[in-house]
């Protein structure tokens, strides 16, 4: 069932973690010990206060010792890879050659791609993740069993249909008349769907199996209907050097993306790790986002994102778990990989700086900021019960807890104020 707003207020009490507005000294965030949240009947947070017995008239649902949060927010996964995490083929290209693309092929089973989508939308929920950005498949039946499977579950997801038509194989390949089609009848099916819920993202898959009418066509669909763009950029050395040889014009890897239309405001490019200063300069002046995937990036020995070079030039950056290659939907372990990534390049980042990057910060990079990401007054109530264990008390020891150890378990999440898990 998707989620819908409650139709009279409703109150929920617990301790409380949130981002707030960023200080000069960076990350911040507000810790209630005993909270009460508040929910509209529109499925919006009415106020967020220390709890005072009589504040509510009302029944209020008392979630102790669980701490209220944002929902978790994973701006990059691929649906077609849930069965094969763990799958240690890499590196990059040759994991796609030898256990990606054959399992992706199996989504032209409309029956086979509807089983695993259910499976996709439970683990999400199950880890706490109430928005997600999804690679589907390059099949359209199958894109459409996954957008069925979001209604049904009443996330809040962004997905688009995965484009490829040239160096894969031909079992994924779609040529780019009939591509561009069907993306153009999903986007009349699907965006703006759940009441809102839903929208429909161009997915060039990466710049080597994209031919550049393709992505010509594929960012005149994007300016059409001011459509979210998302794809690869810069994970691999070898992934570049296939970039540079499919498109021999262009001077580098974001030029090709700059040359045909994608790079734009609305842009999410995922990984990052191997740009150019002149890239960056690139990406910070067409407003795009970048995509941090720290989890995958070990995994595959990717290479190491600097996010100072992204900070340098405020440029908004999300956290991805990237599944398949990312070992967990569990945005836990990606906040935890993003501080292993940081320290391995000598840098810090503190438990704060890494939760609000994974709820307010992906808010932001991914054009939701103003409706999600925090819990205030206002902003849409998409929010979870985390429990902890009974010693962990405090602030800091909360924040320590929810980045760095794994035995926190989700009870409940929310969206738009109406319950979608259990």
């Known amino acids: 069932m998707s989620a819908r707003p409650p139709e009279s207020p409703r109150a929920y009490r617990g301790r409380l973690l949130t981002p707030i507005a960023a200080s000069p000294d960076g990350a911040a965030v507000r810790f209630l ?50 069965r094969v995490i763990g799958s240690a083929s890499g590196p990059l290209l040759d994991w796609l050659e030898r256990s990606v693309f054959p399992e992706e092929a199996r989504f032209r089973d409309e029956g086979y791609a509807a089983l695993v989508a259910g499976e996709f939308t439970g683990r999400l929920l199950a880890s706490g993740t109430t928005t997600c950005v999804v690679f589907s498949s390059s099949c359209a039946r199958a894109t459409d069993r996954l957008f069925h499977a979001l209604l049904s579950a009443g996330l809040r997801g962004i997905a688009g249909l995965t484009l490829m038509d040239q160096s894969c194989p031909e079992a994924l390949r779609v040529p780019c008349d009939e591509a561009i089609a069907a993306a153009r009848d999903l986007v009349q099916r699907w965006h703006g769907g759940g009441d809102g819920l839903l929208e429909f993202a161009i997915t060039p898959r990466f710049a080597p199996t994209c031919s550049r009418p ?44 700059d040359r045909v239309g994608l790079l734009t405001g609305r842009a999410l490019l995922a990984h990052g790790i191997h740009l150019s200063p002149r890239e960056w300069d690139r990406i910070a002046e067409a407003g795009s986002s970048i995509i941090h995937c720290p989890d995958s990036n070990f995994f595959l020995g990717s290479g190491r994102m600097r996010l100072s070079d992204a900070r340098a030039r405020a440029v908004s950056v999300g956290l991805g778990s990237d599944v398949g290659a990312g070992r967990s939907f569990d945005m836990r372990r990606g906040m935890s990989s993003a501080f292993d990534n940081a320290h391995c390049l000598g840098d810090r980042l503190s438990p704060a700086d890494l939760f609000v990057m994974a709820t307010q910060g992906t808010a932001d990079a991914v054009g939701l900021g103003r409706a999600i990401g925090s819990l205030e007054a206002g902003k849409e109530a998409d929010f979870i019960a985390l429990r902890l264990p009974e010693h962990v008390l405090g602030e800091a020891a909360t924040l320590n807890h929810l980045v760095f150890a794994s035995d926190a378990t989700v009870q409940r999440a929310f969206v738009r104020g109406s319950p979608v898990y259990p």
Request: proline share 9%; charged share 20%.
């Open 33 to 82: 010990d005993d909270a009460l949240l508040v929910v509209g009947g529109d499925g919006r947070i009415a106020s967020v206060t220390p709890f005072a017995p009589g504040a509510f008239r009302g029944p209020v649902l008392d979630l102790r010792p669980a701490v209220l949060l944002p929902g978790f927010i994973d701006a990059h996964l691929h649906f077609p890879q849930t």
């Open 214 to 257: 393709l992505m010509e066509a594929a960012a005149r669909l994007a300016r059409d209907h001011d459509l979210l763009v998302q794809t690869h950029v810069a994970e691999n050395p070898a992934e570049g050097e296939a970039t540079l040889r499919a498109h021999p014009w262009a001077r580098d890897y974001v030029d090709v993306y």
